[in-house]
């Protein structure tokens, strides 16, 4: 079993920067990728970014060039730097971790970023 715990969301005005940690927990062996999904009100939950055990990133179109992820491995820690945000990006935000062999997904409970002035 894997935990994931989310936080660093919040209010913060167009054009402005957050950072989200998704601290993890458990079985962390076999994970094969981590990553950031959101789901904003009445609309589906959508990927924002992945990150995969060798490094290798992925990001949604929406988002490239402004959100950056990353991970400190002995931390068990992913990240989400988030600049110039717009009040589109305003979601709850939730971590991944995905256990391919298995095909097993993983998720935090989420944390809201609201975008707005």
């Known amino acids: 079993q894997v935990q994931l715990v989310e936080s660093g969301g919040g209010l913060v005005q167009p054009g402005g920067s957050l950072r989200l940690s998704c601290a993890a927990s458990g079985t962390m062996l076999g994970i094969s990728a981590m990553g950031w999904y959101r789901q904003a009100p009445g609309k589906q939950r959508e990927l924002v970014a992945t990150?995969?055990?060798?490094?290798?990133?992925n990001y949604a179109d929406s988002v490239k060039g402004r959100f950056t992820i990353s991970r400190d491995n002995a931390k068990n820690t992913l990240y989400l730097q988030m600049n110039s945000l717009k009040p589109e990006d305003t979601a709850v935000y939730y971590c991944n971790a995905r256990r391919a062999i298995i095909a097993m997904d993983y998720w935090g409970k989420g944390t809201l970023v609201t975008v707005s002035s």
């Open positions: 990150i995969t055990s060798p490094g290798n990133t």
